[in-house]
């Protein structure tokens, strides 16, 4: 049991940048648009991030240097993608390739620096209660803002009038256009949000969850927060427990090596990818359930 | 036509983008662009590495030693590299284009290039192959390798002057020889100082993934761990040490920077004595296939940048038994050695040859559970 308490506060740690990107990209994809370079958005946010936070000492300006940089990167994307309308999918992924070419580049300078931040917070009284201070409130601040975000998103998709635009343009852009909404501007407003919280999931993992900046160092977690986002049919919340899964399962297979238990190490690697696919057919089990929740315009080209 | 030109632009732009991570990276030599033509063309040394030279660790260190070697004979050779190259059939054609290029001694730094190394090597007979931590050979291809484990070995001894709870962790990489050695030098030399010491071992089977690593930091330190030392490529193992107030080593270069107050060493490789005397050989025509396995003695490994926090007598223990193994006094192999089935490996006094170090893949006595693909 007394494992239990790190083990809880540490898979809230490491699913903390898939929910931040995770958010972003299900508002950028409510609103029609698959964008594919979330890769490459956390890599630019990540070296970005963190040369601002080892230039100014600060880890605030770190971060929202981060969500900047994601948010402008995202910018190529719509005016390629929404502007001269290439394929999106093609679009996203060379925006990733290009991503990871341009943070190597830009970040050389950086390899091997550290920044002196304090990254170890408690929320004063409630830290001291018994495990549940330990598991739940000895995390760093941006743990609680994604959550925050997660709340603030969901509540703006489903009550307010911009969520009712931003679904609108993603279910029937011609509608939508008909009625008088700019639905590219929207669509731009849409990605230029995914981007930011890409950004802020990149920067993340550079100031505070590994305090590095290495090259390739966002390792595919751009890709899951994408399968995340069908994971959960767009859902904000779903988001969140589907990034706290995946976050559990990988802290679980390490925990359970500590612990001695001799079971191949290859196959627990495996583990979230398979309990992806598990829930993957089984929400896909019913056709209708996730053409339901899907946008029904995502991914295709808007000709205004 | 509107489409045609889109496709085009996005077609553009896509190899923009490879062209920016794919390639290989050249540094032109000025000297080589000096006018009259030199009177003898420079000697063309290609590296391939497996990680970004920005990793701060494995591939970093091999990227010194080129650059040192490449200060040492100046314009008498000219050396690329090739970053990111995959331990999969891209190795192959990686190196295959190194050869047909014109290079004509190439090195592969790590153990998955052997076997497209040794496949290119049959097909180019006048170039050159070293590959590194491998055990095969050919006509053309050399084996050359570190004893890291000697490194781990002092570093376990501070380890295990340093533990307070008497449990060591060990973040490891993937499951082949070279890193079960380093696991169980680090056990041995902690145990040599301090009998109760016991190792838990988190296999994250990659070399290079910073946020696998410092979650696998995590979960060895949730596990009662005080003191870690890592076999991966990334220095997330010592800042997660940093950050959760425990101990940790750097590993393959000086990583103090990373986590001054958690940093007790960097148990370090130097491959430039190597990587003078391969291109030496080659420049002198003196090159013939053996196998070069070198440890402190020749100045290969070390375990420097020992931190303040570490007391004197610890340290001097330390430097002594680096002093043991430079003499060639002490093997770390030497037994009794017992694994952690309790069966004996080593009678007592018998001392490991390089056969038997080569096949190490069981945990000693000490290590907690089962070297993973061991049955």
């Given at each position: 049991?007394?494992?239990?308490?790190p083990?809880?506060?540490?898979?809230?740690?490491?699913g903390t940048?898939?929910l931040l990107a995770?958010?972003?990209?299900?508002?950028?994809e409510?609103?029609g648009?698959?964008?594919?370079?979330a890769?490459?958005?956390?890599l630019?946010?990540a070296?970005?991030?963190?040369?601002?936070?080892?230039?100014?000492?600060?880890?605030?300006?770190?971060?929202?240097?981060?969500?900047v940089?994601?948010?402008?990167?995202?910018?190529?994307?719509?005016?390629l993608?929404?502007?001269?309308?290439?394929?999106?999918?093609a679009t996203?992924?060379?925006?990733?390739?290009?991503g990871a070419?341009?943070?190597?580049f830009?970040?050389?300078s950086?390899?091997?620096?550290?920044?002196?931040?304090?990254?170890t917070?408690?929320?004063?009284?409630l830290?001291?209660?018994?495990?549940?201070?330990?598991?739940?409130?000895?995390?760093?601040?941006?743990v609680y803002?994604?959550?925050?975000l997660t709340?603030?998103?969901a509540w703006?998709l489903?009550?307010t009038?911009?969520g009712?635009?931003?679904?609108a343009?993603?279910?029937s852009?011609?509608?939508?256009?008909a009625i008088?909404?700019s639905?590219?501007?929207i669509?731009?407003g849409?990605?230029a949000?995914g981007?930011?919280?890409?950004?802020?999931?990149?920067?993340y993992?550079?100031?505070?969850?590994t305090?590095?900046?290495?090259?390739?160092m966002?390792?595919g977690?751009?890709w899951?927060?994408?399968?995340?986002?069908?994971?959960?049919?767009w859902?904000?919340?779903?988001?969140a427990?589907?990034?706290y899964?995946?976050?559990?399962?990988?802290m679980?297979?390490f925990a359970?090596?500590?612990?001695?238990?001799?079971?191949a190490s290859?196959l627990?690697s495996?583990?979230?990818?398979?309990?992806t696919?598990?829930?993957l057919?089984?929400?896909?089990?019913?056709?209708?359930?996730?053409?339901?929740?899907?946008?029904?315009?995502l991914g295709?080209p808007f000709?205004? | 036509?509107?489409?045609?030109?889109?496709?085009?632009?996005l077609?553009?732009m896509?190899?923009?983008?490879?062209l920016?991570?794919?390639?290989g990276?050249?540094?032109?030599?000025?000297?080589?662009?000096?006018?009259g033509a030199?009177?003898?063309?420079p000697?063309?040394?290609?590296?391939?590495?497996?990680?970004?030279?920005g990793?701060?660790?494995?591939?970093?260190?091999h990227?010194?030693?080129?650059?040192?070697?490449?200060?040492e004979?100046?314009?008498?050779i000219?050396?690329?590299y090739?970053?990111?190259?995959?331990?999969s059939?891209d190795?192959?054609?990686?190196i295959?284009?190194m050869?047909?290029?014109?290079?004509?001694?190439?090195?592969?730094?790590?153990?998955?290039y052997?076997?497209?190394?040794?496949?290119?090597?049959?097909?180019f007979k006048?170039?050159?192959?070293e590959?590194a931590?491998?055990?095969?050979?050919?006509d053309?291809m050399?084996?050359?390798?570190?004893?890291?484990?000697?490194?781990?070995?002092v570093a376990?001894i501070?380890?295990?002057k340093?533990?307070?709870?008497?449990t060591?962790?060990?973040?490891a990489s993937?499951?082949i020889p070279?890193?079960?050695?380093?696991?169980?030098?680090?056990t041995l030399?902690?145990?040599?100082?301090n009998?109760?010491?016991?190792?838990k071992?988190?296999?994250?089977?990659k070399?290079f993934?910073?946020?696998?690593?410092?979650?696998?930091?995590?979960?060895?330190?949730?596990?009662?761990?005080?003191?870690?030392?890592?076999n991966t490529?990334?220095?997330?193992?010592?800042?997660t040490?940093e950050?959760?107030?425990?101990?940790?080593?750097?590993?393959?270069?000086?990583?103090?920077?990373y986590?001054?107050?958690a940093?007790?060493?960097?148990a370090i490789i130097n491959?430039a004595?190597?990587?003078?005397k391969?291109?030496?050989e080659a420049?002198?025509?003196?090159w013939?296939?053996?196998?070069?396995?070198?440890?402190?003695k020749?100045?290969?490994?070390?375990?420097?940048?020992i931190?303040?926090?570490v007391p004197?007598?610890?340290?001097?223990?330390?430097?002594?038994?680096?002093?043991?193994?430079k003499?060639?006094?002490?093997?770390v192999?030497?037994?009794?050695?017992?694994?952690?089935?309790g069966?004996?490996v080593?009678?007592k006094?018998?001392?490991?040859?390089?056969k038997?170090i080569?096949g190490?893949?069981f945990?000693?006595?000490?290590v907690?559970?089962?070297?993973p693909?061991?049955?």
């Amino acid at each position: 049991m007394e494992q239990l308490a790190p083990l809880i506060a540490a898979t809230l740690s490491a699913g903390t940048p898939l929910l931040l990107a995770g958010i972003g990209l299900v508002v950028n994809e409510r609103s029609g648009v698959v964008n594919l370079g979330a890769e490459g958005m956390m890599l630019i946010a990540a070296v970005a991030g963190f040369a601002v936070g080892f230039a100014t000492g600060s880890p605030a300006a770190g971060l929202i240097a981060g969500a900047v940089a994601g948010m402008l990167f995202s910018l190529i994307f719509s005016a390629l993608a929404i502007g001269l309308v290439t394929n999106q999918y093609a679009t996203g992924l060379a925006l990733t390739l290009f991503g990871a070419g341009l943070s190597a580049f830009a970040g050389l300078s950086y390899v091997g620096k550290s920044v002196p931040f304090k990254t170890t917070f408690e929320i004063p009284l409630l830290a001291d209660i018994p495990f549940f201070g330990a598991a739940f409130f000895k995390l760093h601040p941006m743990v609680y803002f994604a959550l925050l975000l997660t709340a603030v998103v969901a509540w703006m998709l489903a009550r307010t009038r911009l969520g009712l635009v931003i679904r609108a343009v993603g279910e029937s852009p011609e509608s939508a256009h008909a009625i008088g909404y700019s639905v590219r501007a929207i669509r731009v407003g849409a990605v230029a949000f995914g981007g930011a919280c890409c950004g802020l999931a990149g920067v993340y993992l550079s100031l505070i969850y590994t305090p590095l900046w290495v090259e390739g160092m966002v390792a595919g977690r751009g890709w899951i927060a994408l399968a995340l986002t069908t994971f959960a049919t767009w859902r904000p919340w779903r988001v969140a427990l589907g990034a706290y899964l995946f976050g559990s399962v990988t802290m679980i297979q390490f925990a359970l090596q500590a612990e001695g238990i001799e079971i191949a190490s290859q196959l627990l690697s495996m583990m979230p990818y398979i309990a992806t696919i598990v829930v993957l057919a089984l929400i896909s089990r019913n056709p209708a359930f996730i053409r339901l929740n899907m946008p029904a315009s995502l991914g295709k080209p808007f000709h205004p | 036509m509107l489409n045609a030109r889109r496709s085009l632009f996005l077609g553009s732009m896509v190899a923009a983008a490879i062209l920016v991570t794919g390639c290989g990276k050249e540094e032109p030599k000025p000297a080589a662009k000096a006018v009259g033509a030199p009177k003898t063309e420079p000697l063309k040394v290609a590296f391939a590495y497996v990680g970004p030279v920005g990793d701060g660790g494995w591939t970093f260190a091999h990227d010194t030693g080129r650059k040192e070697a490449e200060k040492e004979f100046g314009d008498r050779i000219k050396t690329s590299y090739v970053e990111n190259v995959p331990e999969s059939a891209d190795a192959e054609r990686v190196i295959r284009d190194m050869a047909t290029q014109g290079n004509k001694l190439i090195f592969g730094t790590t153990f998955g290039y052997m076997e497209p190394m040794l496949k290119v090597a049959t097909e180019f007979k006048d170039v050159k192959f070293e590959h590194a931590t491998g055990y095969k050979t050919a006509d053309n291809m050399r084996a050359y390798d570190v004893r890291a484990y000697e490194g781990a070995y002092v570093a376990g001894i501070i380890a295990g002057k340093m533990t307070k709870t008497n449990t060591l962790g060990f973040v490891a990489s993937i499951p082949i020889p070279e890193v079960v050695r380093n696991i169980n030098a680090y056990t041995l030399g902690a145990q040599s100082v301090n009998p109760k010491v016991k190792t838990k071992v988190v296999w994250v089977n990659k070399w290079f993934d910073p946020g696998k690593e410092s979650e696998a930091a995590t979960a060895l330190i949730n596990g009662g761990a005080d003191v870690l030392l890592q076999n991966t490529d990334s220095s997330a193992v010592l800042q997660t040490a940093e950050k959760m107030g425990k101990l940790a080593f750097g590993w393959d270069s000086n990583m103090t920077a990373y986590g001054p107050k958690a940093h007790l060493a960097s148990a370090i490789i130097n491959w430039a004595p190597y990587y003078k005397k391969a291109i030496g050989e080659a420049l002198k025509g003196s090159w013939k296939v053996e196998t070069n396995w070198w440890g402190m003695k020749e100045g290969a490994i070390d375990v420097i940048a020992i931190g303040e926090m570490v007391p004197q007598d610890v340290k001097k223990m330390a430097e002594e038994k680096k002093a043991e193994i430079k003499e060639g006094k002490f093997n770390v192999w030497t037994g009794p050695l017992v694994g952690n089935d309790g069966k004996e490996v080593l009678a007592k006094d018998a001392k490991g040859d390089d056969k038997f170090i080569a096949g190490i893949m069981f945990y000693v006595r000490g290590v907690e559970g089962k070297v993973p693909s061991n049955k």
